[in-house]
Nanobody, 126 residues
Framework: QVQLVESGGGLVQAGDSLKLSCVASALPFGNGNFAMGWFREAPWKEREFVAA????????YYADSVKGRFTMSRDNAKNTVFLQMNNLKPEDTAVYYCAIGGSWVKLESPNEYTYWGQGTQVTVSS
């Protein structure tokens, strides 16, 4: 059973930074054949893609709304991914989730991911 635990959320002001972490209890699908993604869900909105990486490679993919402000990174030894969020805006307010899916998934599609964390709240005040 794969468990994902996010942390690092909080209440900040516009322009501030936060760094989210997501630790996986195990890595599924074998031989790095998976992808990890960050998604967010704001009240009354659908869950949306933020960033992702295929574990076998090093390319990161970002939603247009966060490009240049958010950076995804990882620590292979600790089964951990991070999301550095700079210049936060009120519209970034949401619950942020990390997820794991097979490396074949369409990275932007939350429906294709298999394992999800419980989420961490990020609130940005203006």
């Amino acid at each position: 059973q794969v468990q994902l635990v996010e942390s690092g959320g909080g209440l900040v002001q516009a322009g501030d930074s936060l760094k989210l972490s997501c630790v996986a209890s195990a890595l599924p699908f074998g031989n790095g054949n998976f992808a990890m993604g960050w998604f967010r869900e704001a009240p009354w909105k659908e869950r949306e893609f933020v960033a992702a990486i295929r574990w076998s490679g090093d390319n990161k993919y970002y939603a247009d709304s966060v490009k240049g402000r958010f950076t995804m990174s990882r620590d292979n030894a600790k089964n951990t991914v991070f999301l550095q969020m700079n210049n936060l805006k009120p519209e970034d307010t949401a619950v942020y989730y990390c997820a794991i899916g097979g490396s074949w998934v369409k990275l932007e599609s939350p429906n294709e991911y298999t394992y999800w964390g419980q989420g961490t709240q990020v609130t940005v005040s203006s």
